[in-house]
């Protein structure tokens, strides 16, 4: 059943013109029938007709005047966010986040538990279902329809079909219709893809990305792995496993094997369980008094522990930091020659530890990289933390639904169900 | 004087129309009227007027009839690609080559010479200039009018401004207004960009890259360097120098110093000038008879002699050439966790003197890259070869001049002059 009748009104021989009038307005680079003309190069009697189809179809309203340029005050116009909203999930390897956002990608409801993505898709799966309808539930009878889903997963994805291809710490999830499932129980179209991904796609549209055009954002927690924008958009890659940056060789060291069968990968030596790992040696072999006192204590040793320890004048734990932000840093100056970047996010659990591991990265990247690209390159800290991906999941949604193709479809078919692939995968 | 006024005469409504209807015919998608319908989205009504536009401006004419699918067979329409001229120029470390192509980036003529950049701006723009006067002269006087020109040169650019930026082996050419040069020459619109982009470019658009999303060209001459495809798109970077890979790290050797000042970077251990300079050591050393004997004889010992000597069995030449090689592909295997493209163009001087150093980058590449970004990566040998670069000139110059966004300042003003920052850089 289609969610997004008010669509299917839309002129289909006024396409190109809708979508762009709908992109000015929506992101908020022309408001009013000037500005449209301005920014768009149609001429005023298209616009006019574009809005008032717009306006009919419930995605654009009248709002206030806006400041007068001498002659009469134009009109404003308002993207209508509240007309629909979007099912979102993010999928890490150790917790599943649910939520819910607007038409414009703002978050209007959000869950979060503990859940091991190596339970397999079955169990997963049924229970993004169960949380997805509680949120559905506590909305009210008088909340607007549901027009697609996204979902992020810790993994490479084939974007076009929504399937996870050969994730490697996901047991049972290679080539799983993820899509298929949400589409099936919800009945609107369904997008998937890499968490890391999402994270940076959130941080461009509403966090330090904003308006930056090339940029990197990294995670690291558990493992480590890389989102990249491209110009404004989301560099996937061939198999969409851009970004996976754990497995880079980045020292000649055959002590320590990954999980990946290598040896000397940045995860391996630099990631959240190798800090754990080293953390917890050196509280054992006595090294570390501070950390002995945790483990003592019962406390876990984690990046977040071992950050701890070090704030509190522990060398060893200063020592492991410094180690695991030198060689993610070493790793980002060979990115930064190569991608050419002009910021640089850190995300996840290990960034979130402290300063001392942010220090150590941004020392190595401005000691290797070459003068010209770090010029004008930052590299901060994620604002949007832990929102970041379930951010990035609504605005994923949005640019597909209101992208030329799929309204183009829709117009056509008058349904989404008319694009079997966004819907069945 | 604007050599375009074909195009003021189109109607600037149609804008965002106009320049679709193009693009289908230009790229070849769609070359009748019911398929540029089903291809556009737009209305026949609309469809027949944009072309009546397109076929007034000079752009587009009528050609054979396609074949029936029932009815009338529809008439073909063909881009007019021999409308206007462009002129390209690749300027590498040690050579000028300039040429002309028709608007759809056919070559039409070229030139190379040998010069070197170092020279300074003032002299190699005076060559430059001299070289293109020379094949404006030969055309005859019927020729079509020139559209705009395109360059490349060996450092990174500033895109928007068309200037270089702190280019390491271009000494006076920082910040040099390479378009002003060409623009008040030619009164015409100019691009300039990085040479190694351009390559990557022309492969997209007529080598072995075409319809490939997302590949990597890798220039292995006197140094290296790299151009990057990014979902049919070229990533430039925020100040214009992704792909300088000459300078990543690979290995902790302190004893040679590159001529960036660091040590251990890619192009100062296996770059064009590193093999030549390894091999008159072997000659020297009494290691290799094969390339002392070159040397008694005169022969420069390079990349090329190298190769020649390595497939008549000289082990040291062999050794040489898989320890360069394996140094590139150990990059180009960070690059392919990284990136995920799905071909790895390898040209320049080093690239095409033999059959070893590929088979060494392959073998490596292969080796250390994760499974899932290898699973359909093809490495191969760059099939334009030294055209790569002019052919690429011309399509970025094409694809600047019919973009929505110069297609409209054209029909705004009528004429190139409108927009000064393409003409004043």
Redesign the interface.
């Given at each position: 059943m289609p969610r997004n009748d008010a669509l299917a009104g839309l002129a289909?021989?006024r396409?190109?013109?809708l979508t762009?009038v709908l992109d000015l307005v929506r992101s908020g680079e022309a408001v009013t029938r000037p500005e449209l003309g301005r920014r768009?190069?149609?001429?005023r009697?298209?616009i006019t007709q574009c809005v008032i189809d717009l306006i009919e179809s419930g995605l654009l309203e009248e709002a206030d005047f806006g400041p007068s340029t001498g002659g009469r005050a134009p009109r404003q116009l308002r993207f209508r966010a509240e007309a629909g909203h979007v099912l979102v999930v993010e999928l890490g390897a150790t917790s599943i986040s649910v939520g819910l956002t607007d038409l414009s990608g703002a978050l209007v409801a959000h869950r979060e538990e503990p859940g091991s993505v190596t339970d397999g898709p079955e169990t997963t799966m049924r229970r993004i279902g169960e949380l997805l309808d509680g949120l559905l539930t506590e909305r009210g009878a008088s909340a607007p329809p549901v027009w697609g889903v996204g979902i992020g997963v810790p993994g490479?994805v084939e974007f076009r079909t929504g399937r996870p291809?050969?994730p490697p710490i996901m047991p049972g999830w290679d080539g799983f219709p993820v899509r298929q499932r949400l589409a099936e129980r919800y009945d609107v179209p369904v997008w998937v893809d890499n968490e890391v991904n999402l994270m940076a796609l959130g941080e461009l549209r509403a966090g330090l990305g904003r308006g930056v055009?090339?940029f990197v954002f990294v995670k690291i927690g558990t493992g480590i792995g890389?989102g990249?924008i491209?110009?404004g958009?989301l560099?996937?890659?061939?198999?969409?496993?851009?970004?996976?940056?754990g497995?880079?060789?980045v020292l000649d060291d055959k002590a320590i094997v990954c999980r990946?069968g290598?040896t000397g990968c940045l995860e391996a030596l630099a990631g959240g369980a190798a800090l754990a790992r080293d953390g917890l040696i050196a509280a054992t072999d006595g090294r570390s008094r501070f950390l002995a006192q945790l483990v003592s204590e019962g406390t876990p040793v984690d990046a977040r522990a071992i950050a701890w320890a070090a704030e509190h004048g522990d060398p060893v734990s200063v020592d492991l930091l410094n180690r695991s932000g030198r060689l993610v840093g070493?790793?980002l100056?060979?990115?930064v020659?190569?991608?050419?970047?002009?910021l640089i996010l850190i995300g996840g659990g290990v960034a979130a530890s402290g300063d001392q591991f942010l220090a150590a990265i941004r020392q190595a990247v401005y000691a290797?990289s070459?003068?010209?690209?770090t010029?004008?390159?930052r590299v901060a800290r994620s604002p949007l933390g832990d929102r970041a991906g379930l951010r990035g999941a609504g605005f994923m949604v949005t640019d597909e639904l209101f992208s030329?193709e799929l309204l183009?479809a829709w117009l056509g078919n008058g349904s989404p169900a008319g694009r079997p692939e966004l819907v069945a995968g």
């Open positions: 289909r021989d396409l190109a013109d762009l768009s190069g149609l001429g009697t298209l490479p291809t050969a055009r090339d890389a990249l491209s110009a958009r560099h996937r890659g061939a198999q969409g496993c851009a970004g996976d940056v497995h880079i060789a990946c290598n070493d790793m100056a060979t990115l020659n190569f991608f050419n970047p002009s290797r070459l003068p010209l690209a010029r004008e390159l030329h183009g």
